[in-house]
């Protein structure tokens, strides 16, 4: 009977984060930037969103926790990012995940991840134990490997988008890439 009852709760929990989304115009100009070949394997366009907090497996009751404290959280106006320049976690000679960085826009979308990270905690969620930079993952790199050539290539992008929204998205996996579905949708500026 307990076994049945905890495949319930299990069945009922969803692989949650909260983001923010690109813009179209951004997605293409960032991939009409981009090398035609990167290392590892690549995040497809239109995955591509900043993760301002990951939460992982959640059950019902603290996801619509999450909402209930995104929802009312003040999350300011409406701001712009610049996209800078490529970099590497955890170093550049031994990388795992390769991504695109913010310069204008950074302090800003920190902010929001410092919301979000409230909003998780709120909700019963372990803190959070890394600092938070804003990037987009574009590829993940495994046996991990040296992108120091590709970053000292120096590729600029200089795209900007504005931020208007941040999204709890579902993330399902299997049979392909992820794909993230839009739970809900907080406007900036309201």
């Known amino acids: 009977m307990e076994r049945a009852a905890e495949k319930r709760v299990a069945e009922k929990r969803e692989r949650l984060f909260i983001g923010v989304p690109l813009s179209e ?21 239109e995955n591509w969103h900043f993760t301002l907090r990951f939460l992982g497996s959640t059950e019902p009751d603290k996801r619509d926790q999450v909402i209930r404290t995104l929802t009312a959280a003040t999350c300011g106006p409406r701001f712009n990012v610049r996209f800078n320049e490529l ?16 310069d204008e826009g950074a302090e800003r979308m920190a902010q929001l991840g410092a919301i ?5 905690r709120i909700a019963g969620f372990a803190a959070e134990t890394r600092e938070l930079k804003p990037h987009l993952t574009l590829s993940r790199i495994d046996p991990p490997a040296s992108v120091r050539a590709l970053l000292g290539s120096k590729l ?35």
């Not at 900007?160 to 392909?176: A, F, H, K």
């Open 87 to 102: 970099g590497a976690f955890p170093s550049p000679g031994r990388a795992r995940i390769l991504w695109l960085g913010v």
């Open 25 to 45: 115009e951004a997605r293409g100009a960032i991939a009409r930037s981009l090398p035609k070949k990167l290392p590892g394997k690549v995040v497809p366009a």
């Open 116 to 120: 979000a990270e409230a909003a998780a």
């Open 156 to 190: 600029r992008f200089g795209t900007r988008m504005t931020v208007d929204s941040v999204i709890l998205y579902r993330s399902r996996l299997g049979g392909g890439p992820a794909r993230y579905e839009e739970i809900v949708r907080i406007a900036l500026g309201r």
